[in-house]
């Protein structure tokens, strides 16, 4: 079985490595998304270092929580988490996108362990995450299901298809989690199409939402432990993100969703995020 | 098959096929769950749904959601069927039957009734005539078509059986039962319904029993007609193909379809790949249909009994 980890400081240095390898990996691949990734590092860490019950050396353990990733295309900050927590070894992470590789452009479900979904198309992991739902309920179950899904995808009218079945089945064992950063390819999302009212409308569709800051660790395991409480609806961890959150020029630009650093840009990434090791591990705490 | 084929008793749509080998399989196997995107009496869901409420998921006029659905329940181990009118399931939900059923591989059944033209009063709207093209060019899906009431029942039973997804069409519109439950059914191979040696007639579906007939007017003209019930589109029986192709000279296609990308297109990409010899894709011409009740339409577009055999009498003219 899993160890949890339970120090935020320690936590916040794993963040680190995972932002550390996914400007590598997307470096080694020569395409993919790098804003979007770097800046779920720390809700992918909360999540496999202490949300989820898993067990990498068990991936398909019959009663672990079921991680579905809908936004497919973060996937470089999925992988490292994986590697980091034992799933696979870590050298694999730099085959990503290659030919022969386990490491898929957007996840295939057998490819890798720990995979649960293949995705890419956007709107659909919340649909999978609800059918798990519906099952782990009428079993009594105890595992939960979690769903990653990002801000953009709520313009794919299959969301709130999902949404509204979710609420129907009073899925109480279902926590999902937006990535609300606020861009998507062509822009930001307020200006390609505004999704906002967002957490008013979940609540209308008779969800539960939180706001957080999902660069926040420790407010992030703390919104996911406040679903579990919730009975007989679903929730929605909304997550506001910084997209490329801790490499400077990355940082809220929409430039940066969908392609990859060059090797400048790789080394003074790499740079900053030494620095702020460094600092973190001065740190009390 | 029935002692007398000119006599079939019973008139009874594919739908209730499906919708009885569900309930079956629901009795048997407490692992078998099944939705509907509230169509679920049009589809025969709702034998089962009464039956095993626990088991049966209502999603609303959600397709989309409920191949996504789907997914996630079969991958909790479970043998899913997914039932919707063909028009909207595949035809508003491609893109998450290829991507959460099938790259995901995972053991979702989708049963599409009211295919084609005989929707009839509907409209072409509701005549979905590209489902097949759509679905078998999705890698891991097995397309299958059966040609009555009883066959449907055990298509819904042996897609069960197999893991990868299945997609099976069937209709509302009453046609002959002229398979028994002694009949074997296997998926991938076709059975012949009639002998011929001057031409052989692939159909599935709900035209295969007026193929049948076709042929025994055509005898009366001195044609010899094989009929084969092509009732799995893919994977096709490419052996029972190659075979009449031989025997015969000449293949016809008959299908309540597009000629584009349906078993005509299966039988011809066959043929085109091995031998030589001329196949007639007979069905719906590149078109949208029109309102008009099922027999008025299978007659005008030339899929009943006669316009069947006219179309073989016209090829046979150009094969001599």
């Known amino acids: ?285 | 098959m029935i002692a007398d084929l000119n006599k079939p008793e019973a008139k009874k749509p594919t739908r209730d096929g499906f919708g009885k080998g569900l309930l079956e399989l629901g009795e048997k196997d407490s692992n078998v769950w099944a939705l509907s995107a509230d169509v679920s009496e049009s589809t025969r869901t709702h034998w089962f749904a009464e039956k095993f409420p626990g088991r049966f998921i209502q999603v609303g006029v959600a397709e989309q959601n409920m191949a996504g659905v789907a997914s996630g329940i079969a991958h909790c181990g479970k043998t899913v069927f997914v039932s919707a009118f063909a028009a909207f399931s595949p035809g508003r939900n491609f893109d998450q039957i290829r991507v959460s059923v099938c790259y995901n591989d995972v053991n979702v059944n989708f049963h599409a009734s009211h295919s084609g033209i005989t929707v009839g009063p509907d409209g072409a709207s509701h005549q979905i005539l590209e489902d097949i093209a759509l679905m078998r060019s999705l890698p891991n899906m097995i397309v299958i078509s059966p040609a009555d009431m009883e066959e449907a029942r055990k298509a819904t039973i042996a897609a069960a059986a197999v893991k990868t997804p299945c997609y099976i069409r069937t209709s509302r519109q009453n046609t002959p039962v002229f398979t028994t439950p002694d009949d074997k059914f296997e998926i991938g191979k076709s059975s012949v319904i009639r002998e011929g040696k001057d031409v052989a007639i692939f159909a599935h579906g709900v035209v295969t029993y007026d193929s049948f007939l076709a042929a025994e007017k055509l005898r009366q003209k001195g044609i010899d007609a094989a009929v084969i019930n092509c009732h799995t589109i893919k994977p096709v029986d490419e052996e029972a193909i190659l075979k009449y192709a031989k025997q015969c000279g000449l293949i016809v296609t008959v299908e309540d379809h597009q000629v584009i990308g349906g078993l005509g297109s299966a039988v011809a990409e066959t043929v085109a790949d091995r031998c030589h010899v001329p196949v007639k894709r007979h069905g719906i011409y590149d078109r949208f249909c029109e309102s008009a009740s099922a027999s008025e339409l299978l007659q005008k577009y030339q899929l009943d009994a006669d316009g069947i055999a006219r179309k073989v009498e016209e090829e046979m003219k150009v094969k001599k």
């Not at chain 1, 998304?33 to 398909?60: C, E, M, Q, R």
């Not at chain 1, 890798?112 to 709107?123: D, H």
């Not at chain 1, 659909?124 to 769903?147: F, H, N, P, T």
Request: some cysteine; aromatic content about 8%; glycine content about 8%.
């Open chain 1, 1 to 285: 079985m899993w160890k949890k980890v339970h120090s935020i400081k320690k936590l916040n240095l794993i963040a680190n490595v995972i932002r550390q390898d996914v400007v590598k990996m997307l470096y080694e691949a020569k395409s993919g998304h790098s804003a979007g990734s770097i800046g779920l590092a720390d809700i992918f860490t909360a999540l496999y270092f202490n949300v989820l019950y898993h067990d990498p050396a068990n991936p398909d353990w019959p009663d672990r929580d079921r991680f579905v990733l809908s936004n497919g295309h973060v996937c470089p900050v999925f992988y490292s988490a994986l590697a980091n927590s034992g799933y696979f070894p870590k050298e694999e992470l730099m085959t990503l996108r290659k030919l022969g590789s386990r490491l898929q452009g957007h996840p295939h479900r057998g490819a890798l362990p720990g995979i649960e979904n293949s995705s890419g198309p956007l709107g659909q992991g919340l649909s999978q995450a609800v059918g798990m739902a519906i099952v782990a309920k009428s079993e009594r179950k105890k595992w939960r299901v979690y769903c990653m899904v990002s801000d953009g995808e709520q313009q794919e009218g299959q969301s709130w298809e999902a949404a509204m079945l979710a609420a129907k089945y009073r899925l109480g064992n279902l926590t999902a989690i937006m990535d609300r950063n606020n861009i998507q390819i062509d822009g930001y999302t307020e200006e390609v199409l505004p999704i906002e009212p967002i957490a008013e409308k979940y609540r209308s569709f008779g969800w539960n939402v939180i706001n957080v800051d999902g660069h926040n660790i420790k407010k992030i395991i703390d919104a996911c432990n406040e679903s579990k409480a919730v009975y007989e609806r679903p929730t929605m961890i909304i997550a506001h993100t910084i997209p490329g959150k801790a490499v400077s020029f990355m940082e809220q630009r929409f430039e940066w969703h969908g392609k990859p650093p060059s090797q400048e840009d790789m080394n003074r990434a790499l740079s900053e995020l030494e620095n702020m090791r460094t600092i973190m591990e001065e740190e009390e705490i």
